[in-house]
């Protein structure tokens, strides 16, 4: 089945203890992309990779960090968390055509006390 | 950038037709997509469309005017589980496959 994993689902850590959050697709998509989504301000664009070894900078990437080794993987790695990071984050992946829909992954509720 | 605009919400009845609208400003369009997330759970994919005009699937249709920064998305025969939130988002040419998406719109379906 095509899909788009993540883990964990559910996390709820403290302020400070560095974390990472997997995510892996199954498609052989190219382009790769985490979002958080608070409520108010919809989805917003963190990192985003066109291909292995290339990342670049979304709208809010202040405080992430990602990384593309391989095609399936797109950790994102949050290396000292604060309460502001308190959301919920999806990755997604897409091939690189412009009318391809972008896959999401069933989302990550992350909590920073 | 891009700015993209939506209704925050709009409640709908059972069996009606609702249109939810998204206004854009982009300096490179390149697609607009809809997608619908329910609470809680991932966004899936609705529609697609790239050249003005309207483009139908089942009891969704979206339409686009580009020279108007323009979209809409039809909802015929509303059923209760089309309660949900419906999401606008534009590519750009600048921004290679990343999406812009807007704040989405929370439609309620009542009885």
């Known amino acids: 089945e095509a899909q788009v994993t993540q883990n964990p689902r559910y996390l709820i850590t403290v302020t400070g203890k560095k974390l990472t959050v997997t995510c892996s697709q199954n498609m052989n998509h190219e382009y790769m992309s985490w979002y958080r989504q608070d409520p108010g301000l919809g989805l917003r664009q963190i990192y985003y990779s066109m291909n292995v070894e290339v990342t670049d900078k979304g709208d809010v990437p202040e405080g992430y960090k990602v990384s593309r080794k391989e095609k399936r993987n797109f950790p994102l790695i949050l290396e000292s968390p604060s309460p502001n990071q308190t959301s919920l984050y999806f990755c997604?992946?897409?091939?690189?055509?412009?009318?391809?829909?972008?896959?999401f992954g069933p989302g990550t509720r992350l909590t920073v006390t | 950038g891009q700015n993209i605009d939506q209704p925050t919400e709009m409640t709908a009845t059972e069996g009606a037709i609702v249109q939810i609208n998204c206004t854009y400003q982009?300096?490179?369009?390149?697609?607009l997509f809809w997608y619908q997330q329910h609470a809680g759970e991932a966004p899936t994919f609705l529609s697609y469309?790239?050249?003005?005009g309207l483009e139908e699937k089942g009891r969704f249709s979206s339409f686009l005017s580009r020279s108007k920064g323009y979209s809409y998305l039809l909802l015929k025969e509303l059923q209760m589980k089309d309660s949900a939130s419906y999401l606008c988002?534009?590519?750009?040419?600048?921004?290679?496959?990343?999406?812009?998406f807007g704040k989405g719109t929370s439609l309620l379906v009542t009885p």
């Open positions: 982009t300096s490179g369009f390149n697609g």
């Open positions: 997604a992946s897409s091939g690189q055509s412009s009318s391809y829909e972008q896959y």
């Open positions: 469309n790239v050249l003005d």
């Open positions: 988002a534009v590519r750009d040419i600048d921004s290679g496959y990343a999406l812009n």
